[in-house]
């Protein structure tokens, strides 16, 4: 068990990883340099650990010291408890949750390796908002997806707005990052997946007609918000296929079109 520290000083070294919590561009740039991230809440905080994140510290208002003391006593991190205004001033934002944990980050593995034992696997394309890639994988991991292969620009799924959004979801998916975009999709295509490209453009086939819960494997391309998926990537796939609309709409958030898609892949599929 780490030592439980009471900390009245919000410029106290020791803090170093809470820091400035709400500057995206900030954080984007020094949690993946620094090997770490943060997880919030009692429940996100026991998922990380359950996926086998080993933790540097935890930041908790003592209110919750009672109710995290299983975890403190099995982590060997330090564990800083701070008055909630000071621990504001910190992060800045009101933690209302309680608890914080930072934990550090794992290396990811090869493509190859993750679409060795999967069937079924998103990919995403340039989606940058934190809450859709949480939402993503969230669906992801409810309704069976087995892997997340992301494009060189997508967003961190171990941000915190992405962990949290996810209910620690992100902990449970596998997820790598393709080297090179759209160029890194052949190597998904010769381990036997078919790609199949997620778009409203009428020219595409309706989800359920193209039945892909029936071949053996797929990879369901996604793109980000607004855009969709780029002309290069849809001209990589090898089908197009939408989620039919009515009453005049056009198209569902991306959030909402996956947790579509990845029923009318999955469904029939044994879940565990």
Same mark, same amino acid.
């Given at each position: 068990?780490?030592?439980?520290?009471?900390?009245?000083?919000?410029?106290d070294?020791?803090l170093?990883d809470?820091?400035?919590l709400?500057?995206v561009e900030?954080?984007?740039?020094?949690e993946?340099?620094e090997?770490?991230?943060?997880?919030?809440?009692e429940?996100v905080?026991?998922?990380a650990?359950?996926?086998?994140?080993?933790?540097?510290s935890?930041l908790?208002?003592?209110?919750?010291?009672?109710?995290?003391r299983?975890?403190i006593?099995e982590a060997?991190?330090?564990?800083?408890?701070?008055?909630?205004?000071?621990?504001?001033?910190?992060t800045?934002?009101?933690?209302?949750r309680?608890?914080l944990?930072s934990?550090?980050?794992?290396?990811l593995?090869a493509? !190859? %390796?993750l #679409?060795r034992?999967?069937?079924r696997? +998103?990919? @995403?394309?340039? *989606?940058?908002d934190?809450?859709n890639?949480?939402?993503?994988?969230?669906?992801?991991?409810?309704?069976?997806?087995?892997a997340?292969l992301l494009?060189p620009?997508? !967003? %961190?799924p #171990?941000?915190?707005?992405?962990?949290k +959004?996810? @209910?620690?979801? *992100?902990?449970?998916?596998?997820?790598?990052?393709?080297?090179?975009?759209?160029?890194g999709l052949?190597?998904?295509?010769?381990?036997?997946?078919s790609?199949?490209?997620?778009?409203?453009?009428?020219?595409?086939?309706?989800?359920?007609?193209?039945a892909p819960h029936?071949?053996d494997?797929?990879?369901?391309m996604?793109?980000a918000?607004?855009?969709g998926?780029?002309?290069?990537?849809?001209?990589a796939?090898?089908?197009?296929?939408?989620?039919?609309?009515?009453?005049?709409?056009d198209?569902?958030?991306?959030?909402?079109?996956?947790?579509?898609a990845?029923?009318?892949?999955?469904?029939?599929?044994p879940?565990v």
């Amino acid at each position: 068990m780490g030592d439980i520290v009471t900390v009245d000083d919000p410029g106290d070294p020791r803090l170093h990883d809470y820091t400035n919590l709400t500057d995206v561009e900030l954080r984007r740039r020094r949690e993946p340099a620094e090997g770490l991230f943060i997880a919030e809440g009692e429940k996100v905080i026991r998922r990380a650990g359950e996926a086998g994140y080993a933790m540097r510290s935890m930041l908790l208002s003592a209110k919750w010291v009672d109710t995290m003391r299983d975890v403190i006593e099995e982590a060997p991190a330090p564990v800083y408890v701070m008055d909630p205004a000071l621990a504001e001033r910190v992060t800045g934002y009101h933690v209302h949750r309680g608890a914080l944990a930072s934990m550090q980050r794992r290396p990811l593995p090869a493509t !190859a %390796d993750l #679409l060795r034992t999967a069937r079924r696997v +998103v990919v @995403m394309e340039s *989606v940058n908002d934190h809450t859709n890639i949480g939402a993503i994988f969230r669906s992801a991991a409810a309704l069976g997806m087995d892997a997340v292969l992301l494009s060189p620009d997508c !967003a %961190d799924p #171990l941000y915190r707005r992405s962990v949290k +959004v996810s @209910m620690g979801a *992100v902990f449970s998916v596998p997820y790598a990052r393709l080297d090179t975009w759209p160029a890194g999709l052949e190597t998904v295509r010769e381990e036997g997946f078919s790609l199949l490209a997620l778009t409203p453009d009428a020219r595409a086939e309706p989800l359920d007609e193209v039945a892909p819960h029936r071949m053996d494997r797929v990879a369901l391309m996604l793109g980000a918000e607004g855009d969709g998926l780029s002309r290069r990537a849809l001209a990589a796939s090898d089908t197009w296929v939408r989620i039919p609309m009515s009453h005049g709409v056009d198209s569902l958030n991306v959030g909402a079109a996956a947790a579509v898609a990845f029923y009318a892949v999955t469904v029939g599929r044994p879940t565990v």
